[in-house]
């Protein structure tokens, strides 16, 4: 089972960015997923995170920014990130509790991470 997350890059204050994270491999289901960030010299903290029947739930700094939502048939979680800050630059990863297929198990796997940088 593996993680690719995407869609970083530069942006201005103010702009806006989509992550996405694709899940691959032996799945059979995928139960909560979530992205975290870390930025320079600060520990990785949570930024969102959604269930798998669409419950959300959202860092303080983030909430009316950001939007996270999932596409179960693609095995895919998507961030979108709006208003953008300097304060948001970071690296942001995925994770996914991932039940493995023909397993009662699940496990968590984290995506490789994405560098998002805002500044003028």
């Known amino acids: 089972v593996q993680l690719q997350a995407s869609g970083g890059g530069l942006v201005q204050p103010g702009g806006s960015l989509r992550l996405s994270c694709v899940a691959s491999?032996?799945?059979?289901?995928?139960?909560?997923m979530g992205w975290y960030r870390q930025a320079p010299g600060k520990q990785r903290e949570l930024v969102a995170h959604i269930t798998s029947v669409g419950m959300t739930n959202y860092a303080d700094s983030v909430k009316g920014r950001f939007t996270i939502s999932r596409d179960n048939a693609k095995n895919t979680v998507y961030l979108q990130m709006n208003s953008l800050k300097p304060e948001d630059t970071g690296v942001y990863y995925c994770?996914?509790?991932?039940?493995?297929?023909?397993?009662?198990?699940?496990?968590?796997?984290w995506g490789q991470g994405t560098l998002v940088t805002v500044s003028s």
């Open positions: 491999g032996s799945i059979s289901s995928i139960n909560g």
């Open positions: 994770r996914g509790r991932i039940v493995v297929l023909d397993t009662l198990y699940s496990y968590e796997y």
